[in-house]
């Protein structure tokens, strides 16, 4: 059983930055996948971006160049850095770990 709590959401400006953190519960050195996932209002929920191996990592279109995933695996952390933040990253930003395990999510509002 792993746990997943993510942290670092709030309300920013068009253009501003975010960091989100994601504490597991376990030592995530031997987790191969770790994701981060958001759902905004009325739509589904829709994979952002992943980290394979420690190493490989895959971002969907419309956050490439603007957003980052990494991981500290000796704190069991893992980050995703967003910067120039878009109205539409608006959502509720969740934590995946081995497309099993989820966190509790937690709100990115970007607004002016």
């Known amino acids: 059983q792993v746990q997943l709590v993510e942290s670092g959401g709030g309300l920013v400006q068009p253009g501003g930055s975010l960091r989100l953190s994601c504490a597991a519960s376990?030592?995530?050195?031997?987790?191969?996948?770790m994701a981060w996932y958001r759902q905004a209002p009325g739509k589904e929920r829709e994979w952002v971006a992943q980290?394979?191996?420690?190493?490989?990592?895959n971002y969907r279109n419309s956050v490439k160049g603007r957003f980052t995933i990494s991981r500290d695996n000796a704190k069991n952390m893992v980050y995703l850095q967003m910067n120039s933040l878009k109205l539409e990253d608006t959502a509720v930003y969740y934590c995946?770990?081995?497309?099993?395990?989820w966190g509790q999510g937690t709100q990115v509002t970007v607004s002016s």
């Open positions: 995946n770990a081995l497309d099993r395990y």
């Open positions: 980290m394979i191996s420690g190493s490989t990592t």
């Open positions: 376990v030592s995530i050195s031997s987790i191969n996948i």
